[in-house]
């Protein structure tokens, strides 16, 4: 997006950490959130029972609306995840029960209180559930109230429906209704809360505008829409994701250590760039930090992973975390803070290929990139490089501990214990 010389403590603040993408109406927003305190939302399927990182460049627009004065909205799509947002999926998403969606918000709902400040004070976050009033409307007055809105040209031109069609693969008429669903929410947030922001990824964009569109002209209110951009690894990797699966967000699901580890393991050119999107270090010693290079990069990354872990588990999750890794990797010392993974006695008894149990503790993701990286001395069995993924790891191997070291070079420990 062009730069804007915002008015709005909300705008510049968002501008300068690399959160704006597209904006509806810029000049007109920057006015209103200059002029006093406004609201707005982002909306979050429950199609898990925890978010990931990769929603974390939203909860932290949300975060900094509140910040900077004004009153953020988590809206819980316990209606729209009976549909499934098809938004750039190939395939329609699983259907959830009721049930299912209900255990999923629960636990995604957990995560928010580490960023809102929830209660009864003007800006205080208050979080709804479009269900409430999605699930409340007939079919026929669903289409007759808001079905006219829309056109079928329109909702054609759409990025999320042309790829679908143009890979030929099918969209269910229960998918093309999500757009008039997600629209309809902002309508109702509009109407209940005065809400006149909706925020979410690119991805989005067209959804939102349709939202924008439909409360302009139903509640002939202000409306704006506001994307971030796309985000994705300086290599391409997909953001809050992994070889060992998604980056939680929910401690029960991926551990303070392993939520450090990930930011530690930053690549190089995405360090300046997280530090403005995941952490609220003032903006003066992030430059300073994203400056460092060669081995003193690393130390930026270990305030990184400080800063982002706190913000998820606690300060107190993220200085064991940092402890932990900086005894296990700078001194040597192992620790019960350690990502452990229990095998089978038999297994070991017998014996497991290198290869095959670095794939099974999620080390690599196949048995192919496990003999690679071996080979490169990338792989150690309690220290030692072993460079053929084929050899065997036993019983033999088992430490003064009673557990077996295993490694991926400098970067990642897991502890093999047995069952």
């Known amino acids: 997006m062009t730069e804007h010389s915002f008015k709005s403590e909300f705008l510049r603040t968002l501008q300068e950490r690399g959160f704006i993408h597209q904006c509806t109406d810029a000049e007109a927003l920057d006015t209103l959130a200059a002029a006093g305190m406004m609201t707005g939302y982002i909306g979050f399927d429950a199609t898990a029972s925890s978010l990931h990182a990769g929603s974390l460049v939203q909860i932290m627009l949300l975060y900094w609306l509140q910040q900077t004065g004004h009153k953020p909205i988590v809206l819980m799509g316990g209606g729209t995840t009976k549909v499934g947002d098809p938004t750039f999926k190939d395939t329609q998403r699983p259907l959830l029960t009721d049930e299912q969606i209900q255990s999923n918000m629960d636990g995604i709902k957990r995560v928010f209180a580490n960023f809102l400040k929830f209660g009864a004070d003007d800006n205080d976050a208050i979080m709804v559930n479009n269900d409430d009033w999605l699930s409340q409307f007939g079919y026929v007055e669903f289409l007759r109230t808001f079905g006219t809105h829309f056109t079928i040209n329109r909702m054609l031109t759409f990025d999320s429906v042309k790829l679908r069609l143009d890979r030929e693969q099918p969209m269910t008429f229960l998918e093309f209704n999500y ?241």
């Open 179 to 419: 757009m008039l669903m997600q629209a309809v929410d902002f309508r109702e947030l509009n109407e209940k809360y005065n809400c006149v922001l909706q925020m979410g990824g690119s991805d989005q964009w067209g959804n939102i505008i349709n939202g924008v569109e439909l409360t302009r002209r139903m509640n002939t209110k202000a409306a704006f829409g506001l994307t971030t951009p796309l985000l994705t690894t300086a290599s391409g990797g997909k953001m809050g994701k992994t070889v060992g699966g998604a980056i939680w967000l929910n401690a029960d699901m991926l551990s303070a250590y392993d939520y450090w580890q990930y930011w530690r393991n930053t690549e190089d050119a995405d360090v300046g760039r997280f530090l403005r999107l995941f952490t609220t270090l003032p903006m003066a010693e992030i430059a300073r930090l994203e400056k460092l290079e060669g081995a003193e990069i690393n130390e930026a990354k270990k305030i990184l992973a400080d800063e982002a872990t706190k913000m998820v588990h606690g300060v107190e999750a993220a200085v064991i975390a940092r402890d932990t890794a900086q005894k296990a990797f700078e001194q040597g010392v192992l620790s019960a803070d350690l990502p452990t993974v229990e095998i089978e006695t038999a297994v070991l008894e017998e014996g497991i290929m290198l290869a095959a149990l670095a794939t099974r503790i999620g080390l690599t993701a196949s048995n192919g990139e496990a003999r690679r990286l071996a080979q490169g001395g990338g792989l150690r069995v309690n220290d030692v490089a072993i460079t053929d993924g084929n050899q065997l790891v036993t019983q033999a191997d088992l430490n003064a501990d009673g557990v077996i070291k295993i490694s991926q070079g400098k970067k990642k420990i897991v502890l093999v214990r047995p069952l």
